[in-house]
């Protein structure tokens, strides 16, 4: 009897060896990009949100200015969920970064301990006066819906100690300055010398007469109004600090008070190394 011979239709070991091999190659190439190019789509929405954050905090600004308001902290959201029980905002998902891993239990300071390391004791001094978990403001006044939040409102009525009408120290170089040119007082903002005075007073303040970084005030496009940290996982960027030398920061997005979006490190009073 005749053997008959079978055709070869499989694959061999060395030939599948060398398909996943070329597999793991491509993927490892493709990889690389595709997590650039998803990055990039989380930043931009995220820019989307705070571009949505300062036309409706200038909108409630200029109407409010052309009400009776005895100070201008008066004009503004005293909370950035505000903005939603207001009706200014109408979508609560533009609170939370596409970034947020926590989707909102973090608030505005992430909770990552290479993010954390880089902090030091005096960055990000806004967040540690109220709170590191969801916007504090017990939204419950007309919608009854917490509201998560993932960005840090710079102007908020929580009280401010960051500003202390002392010198400046070594490790807390950082102070506000008042209209005679000396250090904040809280008479410069029409409060008793025991009161306390909130964010948005003092930062009004600083934009109005600077600080111990800058005695003539900040341009309205670079002073942040709302601030975004979840994109630490994201390249970093390079800063010139005070030292006029160029070091490493986290990159974080901005809303200006004027409604302009615009990228910084950690400090946004370092300008970005070209």
């Known amino acids: 009897m005749k053997d008959k011979k079978h055709n070869q239709i499989g694959f061999t070991l060395i030939e599948m060896l060398v398909v996943i091999a070329v597999i793991a190659l491509l993927a490892a190439l493709l990889f690389p990009a595709v997590n650039r190019a998803l ?10 949100h705070l571009r949505t954050f300062g036309i409706a905090w200038n909108q409630r600004y200029i109407e409010g200015q052309q009400d009776v308001f005895s100070t201008e902290v008066e004009s503004i959201f005293p909370w950035l969920s505000d903005m939603y029980e207001e009706g200014y905002v109408t979508d609560d998902t533009a609170f939370l970064c596409p970034s947020d891993q926590s989707r909102g239990a973090w608030g505005g300071r ?22 590191n978990t969801n916007d504090p403001h017990p939204t419950q006044t ?27 120290t070594k490790d807390d170089p950082w102070r506000v300055l008042g209209p005679d040119g000396g250090h904040l007082k809280p008479e410069h903002m029409g409060l008793e010398s025991d009161q306390t005075p909130s964010w948005a007073q003092v930062k009004f303040m600083q934009l109005q007469y600077g600080d111990t970084s800058s005695h003539r005030g900040y341009d309205r496009t670079q002073f942040p109004l709302v601030r975004c940290f979840h994109h630490f996982h ?15 920061s986290f990159r974080v997005l901005n809303v200006a008070v004027s409604g302009n979006v615009f990228m ?11």
């Open 39 to 48: 990055a990039q789509a989380r930043q931009t929405k995220c820019m989307s």
């Open 110 to 131: 992430p909770e990552s301990d290479i993010f954390q390391a880089a902090l030091g004791n005096d960055v990000i001094h806004e967040d540690a006066n109220y709170g």
């Open 142 to 168: 007309q919608t009854q819906t917490r509201i998560f939040v993932s960005y840090l409102y710079e102007f908020t009525v929580a009280g401010c100690r960051w500003y202390e009408s002392t010198p400046p």
């Open 234 to 248: 994201d390249r970093q960027v390079s800063v010139i600090n005070e030292k006029q030398q160029s070091e490493r």
């Open 264 to 274: 910084s490190g950690l400090q946004w009073e370092f300008p970005l190394a070209r």
